[in-house]
């Protein structure tokens, strides 16, 4: 590691705003430099409590982090709040508006938002989210809250790096549940039916738990929680599913669970991106993607055995690995 | 060690401080700079200078550009500049301002600390091009 790396280290731990800022950039930016950072925080980690929030547009998620950062800092607790945003996949700009909703902790350092985008990386976000929540907790921030649109597999993703995934709908929405078939409604620990003050609330609460019905959770049951992001109201039966699903978490060992699982995916991610690139190299030694696929449509050779044939080297040298292990110290 | 790739994009926070309520301008800005390709953190209407700077610092942005058309450009800006500055967020912060900006105020904005002034009628294309050429190193 680098010495600026080993000082930006140092500064995050010591608690400087501007160090954790940073860091969180040179994440996103994929900087050279940045795994041995994230590599670095690793052993600092493991007090926060991560709550991802997902849900349609304009379903009142940022409003409702809003309320909650505020009520966590009541309570004296640091809160990060990451916020991600879609970015335009033709020019890769974005417009990242989620501190507006933002207004009752403005100006408070310890509540740390930062807004994210996609920038076109494949599945990319889900692994920044995580790299950015280590930094977030190793810098000893309380409570974490990662929130995103609820609308495809990035965001499943992203949000699967919480303890606890709060899915939110909103009244009359009946696209919306039927979009939590897809997926969503099996990540869910706590549903919310925000701007219950709208009719159709009940409704949307029934739909909402016939649909859970259906489904076998295991040992937590599914809470369902109405609330009013912009008046505060249900706020605190909010709360108190989510220290419920914490104590759940804790005493079942599901925590813990959650937690390898989660370091097993993230190696396996790190592991296919590395081979991937190792192998975008081996293409081009072979003169390119653009000329090996020339030749499939010549109908000189076939996708399966141009993959099989860019594979090959990697194979062979891990399969004489396996055969003389190379001494290791 | 692996291969790491670079995915650097240019981070601006376009911010409207104080009390004034025209935000066609930092709409508008906005929207080319997103369309320009860079990330765009939009800080909406009527914030404190301290709220502005608590968003520079936590985005860690590269860019701050901030819109005023109240007039009272020259107590908010050096008050942004001086909060930037207790977070070292001040040396690679590129700080851009747009808005009613009358002549004679200029030189001791940019004494303050402003790298640009866009008036009235800047090309989008010559803002843009200024925060390409100018966004900081990181």
Known sequence: MSRGEDALVEDLLDGQYRALARTITRIENRSPGYRDLVAALHEHTGDAEVIGITGSPGAGKSTLVDKLAKSYREDGLTVGVIAVDPSSPYTGGAVLGDRIRMASTTGDMDTFVRSMSARGQLGGLSTATGDAITAFDAFGIDRIIVETVGAGQNEVDIVRTADTVAVLVQPESGDDIQMLKAGILEIGDVFVVNKADMPGADRTVKQLSEMLEGHDRGEWDPAIVETVATSGEGLDDLLEAFASHREFLESSGALEEKARTRYAEEVRTLLREDAGRLLEGEIERRGGIEELVDRIVARETDPYTVADEIVAPLEECLTREEAEPSVRN | ?138
């Not at chain 2, 001086?82 to 967020?89: K, V």
């Open chain 2, 1 to 138: 060690m692996s291969v790491e790739e670079d995915q650097r994009a240019i981070r601006c926070l376009v911010a409207k401080v104080g009390l004034d309520g025209h935000d066609r301008g930092a709409h508008v800005i906005s929207r080319a700079f997103r369309d320009a390709g860079f990330e765009v953190i939009y800080s909406g209407l009527h914030n404190a200078p301290d709220e502005i700077v608590q968003a520079a610092v936590q985005e860690d942005v590269d860019v701050l550009g901030i819109s005023i058309l109240s007039g009272a450009h020259n107590t908010l800006v050096p008050k942004i500049v001086a909060g930037l500055e207790e977070y070292g967020a001040f040396e690679d912060t590129l700080i851009i301002l747009g808005g009613v900006i009358p002549d004679k105020d200029k030189a001791g904005l940019e004494e303050a600390g402003v790298d640009a002034i866009f008036g009235p009628g800047t090309p989008m294309e010559e803002t843009i091009e200024f925060v390409r050429e100018n966004a900081p190193e990181r």
